[in-house]
């Protein structure tokens, strides 16, 4: 699925953490008098859930076995409690432990502040703990390493502290053990994880000072098919014991202070097996592998920032099921292998940053699903290939910083309907600008500064309306071209910041709001307040900063602009993108575990 659907389909899919929802029970369980001290908790509960979206309105009656979120036994105690981004004003209630038969307890995405109760280590029958996306502070209580039965412990996306209890690894029954993004402290070592038999999924991350140290000898209890580590020094060795893990389905150490090589048919085992992989971040190099096996379903692959070196590994073209592959901020060099048209199903591909030469292969024309391509800042040469027009999903368009000489591209709202950004800065393109341009409603950036562009800025540019620097600092740049004539006025264009910077460095442009006077215009008055000229070097570099900074799939995401909640909550949107990410990452987990479980 291309990634507009995919956006949309998250923001529906996910609305267990968009509105207050919770489980669709059984008709066993309704009409039952629940037990009298149970639903007292409940209401208690209740009371502090805003429940916007007036959800909770069933939690009305005798009959609480029937209310919504709520399961229940033949005996009527409550067996399941799901209220699942309902917000709260207060903290999680302490009689939250006289439900002593539950064996699912989800209170996930509802802004409960303060500490975890205690009280919770009573639940003695607790399957699954989902406390994730919420603002719960303090330790992990010791009193969850009673919960022999439990399964599943999420904790995510909090701000806990203090140290991860080392009997958390008596947990024998758990499989999916969720620590991400906390601020965990002092060591994380083999003693948390040593007998955790039954640990599939393993995720943690720490804001503050966390410290890996696992002995190099040790070998895990466990196959995980899961595992996410980030910003935590893990590095600079790869952690030996990983090479122990045959099942992997999802890797991700990202910022993970790796140094050195991977060993390389390790990673060609990886890859043959993997859905997601995420080493980006580290200083790594690597070895080619010398055999990757089939199948793959190979999914994301993801190693930018690293010192990956040497011609364009052209065994990725191997893998038929990616969907992502970003290769920013290496040293590859050479020309692009032309079997990346055997890719069919890309919708992500990034190789900015690297030192890529050479003719661009015309080979994008079978890439139906594309809709990130970013060349920026290599050495590509010669002309654009033909094939980009047929990129009908194209949002996002960056070839800026190379040696393309062409004239621009022509392409139409037609062919490219949903083009957001297109870069073609600092190359050799000429011509006069096409007024096909005009007619992408879509378009929000477009950068022709340092070309050799002639003519005069098209009048209609007024009709571009998603054309705007609102919060997101959305522009478009005509500074250093041969563009001459009068700067249009009036409608759109008249909307936008920092008018003056979108022009710098072209004398050929006159009229407001840069300062030279067009031909007949009369002399501005004195002390008239015109914005000053900034320079181009400057606007160069800090829209790159701060367009790609924030990119990866959660900004590619929300950057759609079709998912109005998304566009409108500035606040909400940012911790959305985050979101975004992790929910993909654990989808990709269970699709796979799933998928695995089908063919047993």
Same mark, same amino acid.
């Given at each position: 699925?291309?990634?507009?659907?995919?956006?949309?389909?998250?923001?529906?899919?996910?609305?267990?953490?968009?509105?207050?929802?919770?489980?669709?029970?059984?008709?066993?369980?309704?009409?039952?008098?629940?037990?009298?001290?149970?639903?007292?908790?409940?209401? #208690?509960?209740?009371?502090?859930?805003?429940?916007?979206?007036?959800?909770?309105?069933?939690?009305?009656?005798?009959?609480?076995?029937?209310?919504? $979120?709520? $399961?229940?036994?033949?005996?009527?105690?409550?067996? =399941?409690?799901?209220?699942?981004?309902?917000?709260?004003?207060?903290?999680?209630?302490?009689?939250? $432990?006289?439900?002593?038969?539950?064996?699912?307890?989800?209170?996930?995405?509802?802004?409960?502040?303060?500490?975890?109760?205690?009280?919770?280590?009573?639940?003695?029958?607790?399957?699954?703990?989902?406390?994730?996306?919420?603002?719960?502070?303090?330790?992990?209580?010791?009193?969850?390493?009673?919960?022999?039965?439990? =399964?599943?412990?999420?904790?995510?996306?909090?701000?806990?502290?203090?140290?991860?209890?080392?009997?958390?690894?008596?947990?024998?029954?758990?499989?999916?053990?969720?620590?991400?993004?906390?601020?965990?402290?002092?060591?994380?070592?083999?003693?948390?994880?040593?007998?955790?038999?039954?640990?599939?999924?393993?995720?943690?991350?720490?804001?503050?000072?966390?410290?890996?140290?696992?002995?190099?000898?040790?070998?895990? +209890?466990?196959?995980?098919?899961?595992?996410?580590? =980030?910003?935590?020094?893990?590095?600079?060795?790869?952690?030996?014991?990983?090479?122990?893990?045959?099942?992997?389905?999802?890797?991700?150490?990202?910022?993970?202070?790796?140094?050195?090589?991977?060993?390389?048919?390790?990673?060609?085992?990886?890859?043959?097996?993997?859905?997601?992989?995420?080493?980006?971040?580290?200083?790594?190099?690597?070895?080619?592998?010398?055999?990757?096996?089939?199948?793959?379903?190979?999914?994301?692959?993801?190693?930018?920032?690293?010192?990956?070196?040497?011609?364009?590994?052209?065994?990725?073209?191997?893998?038929?099921?990616?969907?992502?592959?970003?290769? %920013?901020?290496?040293?590859?060099?050479?020309?692009?292998?032309?079997?990346?048209?055997?890719?069919?199903?890309?919708?992500?591909? #990034?190789?900015?940053?690297?030192?890529?030469?050479?003719?661009?292969?015309?080979?994008?024309?079978?890439?139906?699903?594309?809709?990130?391509?970013?060349?920026?800042?290599?050495?590509?040469?010669?002309?654009?290939?033909?094939?980009?027009?047929?990129?009908?999903?194209?949002?996002?368009?960056?070839?800026?910083?190379?040696?393309?000489? #062409?004239?621009? +591209?022509?392409?139409?709202?037609?062919?490219?309907?949903?083009?957001?950004?297109?870069?073609?800065?600092?190359?050799?393109?000429?011509?006069?600008?096409?007024?096909?341009?005009?007619?992408?409603?879509?378009?929000?950036?477009?950068?022709?500064?340092?070309?050799?562009?002639?003519?005069?800025?098209?009048?209609?540019?007024?009709?571009?309306?998603?054309?705007?620097?609102?919060?997101?600092?959305?522009?478009?740049?005509?500074?250093?071209?041969?563009?001459?004539?009068?700067?249009?006025? $009036?409608?759109?264009?008249?909307?936008?910041?920092?008018?003056?910077?979108?022009?710098?460095?072209?004398?050929?442009?006159?009229?407001?709001?840069?300062?030279?006077?067009?031909?007949?215009?009369?002399?501005?008055?004195?002390?008239?307040?015109?914005?000053?000229?900034?320079?181009?070097?400057?606007? #160069?570099?800090?829209?790159?900063?701060?367009?790609?900074?924030?990119?990866?799939?959660?900004?590619?995401?929300?950057?759609?602009?079709?998912?109005?909640?998304?566009?409108?909550?500035?606040?909400?949107?940012?911790?959305?993108?985050?979101?975004?990410?992790?929910?993909?990452?654990?989808?990709?987990?269970?699709?796979?575990? %799933?998928?695995?479980?089908?063919?047993?």
């Amino acid at each position: 699925m291309n990634l507009l659907v995919l956006a949309c389909a998250l923001a529906f899919l996910s609305t267990s953490y968009l509105g207050c929802q919770g489980t669709d029970l059984s008709e066993d369980s309704r009409n039952k008098t629940c037990i009298a001290g149970e639903k007292q908790v409940l209401l #208690d509960l209740k009371k502090i859930l805003i429940d916007q979206d007036k959800w909770l309105e069933s939690w009305v009656g005798d009959y609480c076995c029937s209310w919504q $979120g709520i $399961g229940c036994d033949k005996d009527g105690h409550v067996t =399941e409690l799901d209220v699942g981004d309902c917000s709260s004003k207060g903290s999680i209630p302490k009689t939250i $432990g006289n439900l002593t038969f539950l064996t699912t307890l989800t209170l996930s995405q509802n802004n409960f502040q303060g500490l975890i109760p205690k009280s919770i280590g009573d639940l003695k029958s607790l399957v699954t703990l989902e406390l994730s996306f919420n603002n719960l502070s303090g330790p992990l209580p010791e009193s969850f390493c009673r919960l022999s039965k439990l =399964e599943k412990l999420d904790v995510g996306d909090n701000q806990l502290s203090g140290t991860i209890p080392k009997c958390i690894g008596q947990l024998s029954t758990l499989k999916w053990l969720d620590l991400f993004q906390n601020s965990w402290e002092g060591v994380l070592s083999e003693q948390q994880l040593v007998n955790l038999t039954s640990l599939t999924f393993l995720s943690i991350s720490s804001k503050s000072k966390l410290v890996y140290h696992v002995s190099s000898e040790w070998i895990p +209890p466990f196959q995980l098919q899961g595992f996410t580590i =980030e910003n935590m020094r893990v590095g600079p060795e790869f952690p030996p014991w990983l090479l122990t893990q045959e099942e992997l389905l999802l890797l991700k150490m990202s910022n993970s202070s790796l140094v050195g090589t991977i060993p390389a048919d390790w990673f060609g085992n990886l890859l043959s097996h993997a859905v997601h992989v995420d080493l980006s971040y580290n200083d790594i190099s690597m070895a080619r592998p010398s055999f990757i096996s089939a199948p793959n379903n190979l999914s994301t692959l993801r190693l930018s920032n690293n010192r990956l070196s040497d011609e364009f590994p052209a065994y990725i073209c191997n893998f038929s099921s990616l969907t992502a592959l970003l290769l %920013s901020d290496n040293n590859f060099t050479g020309e692009l292998p032309r079997c990346l048209g055997n890719l069919t199903q890309l919708e992500e591909l #990034d190789v900015m940053d690297n030192h890529l030469s050479g003719h661009v292969p015309d080979v994008f024309g079978s890439l139906e699903r594309l809709s990130y391509l970013n060349f920026y800042n290599n050495s590509f040469e010669g002309k654009l290939p033909l094939s980009f027009q047929n990129l009908t999903q194209l949002l996002i368009f960056d070839v800026g910083n190379n040696n393309f000489r #062409d004239a621009l +591209p022509t392409w139409t709202s037609q062919q490219i309907p949903y083009l957001t950004y297109i870069g073609l800065r600092a190359n050799h393109f000429y011509g006069t600008i096409p007024i096909q341009l005009c007619n992408f409603s879509s378009i929000q950036i477009i950068n022709l500064a340092r070309n050799h562009i002639t003519g005069n800025i098209p009048q209609c540019f007024n009709n571009l309306t998603a054309m705007t620097t609102n919060e997101t600092g959305i522009r478009y740049y005509f500074g250093d071209t041969l563009v001459g004539g009068r700067i249009p006025t $009036g409608n759109q264009l008249q909307t936008l910041d920092n008018l003056s910077s979108i022009y710098a460095g072209n004398n050929q442009l006159c009229g407001r709001p840069i300062l030279k006077l067009c031909s007949g215009d009369a002399k501005p008055h004195e002390g008239h307040d015109y914005e000053k000229d900034n320079s181009d070097n400057d606007s #160069d570099s800090d829209e790159h900063v701060w367009f790609y900074a924030g990119i990866g799939p959660g900004l590619l995401v929300g950057f759609l602009g079709f998912c109005s909640s998304l566009h409108y909550m500035k606040s909400w949107r940012h911790s959305y993108f985050n979101f975004v990410e992790m929910v993909l990452d654990k989808i990709a987990v269970f699709i796979a575990l %799933s998928w695995k479980k089908f063919y047993k």
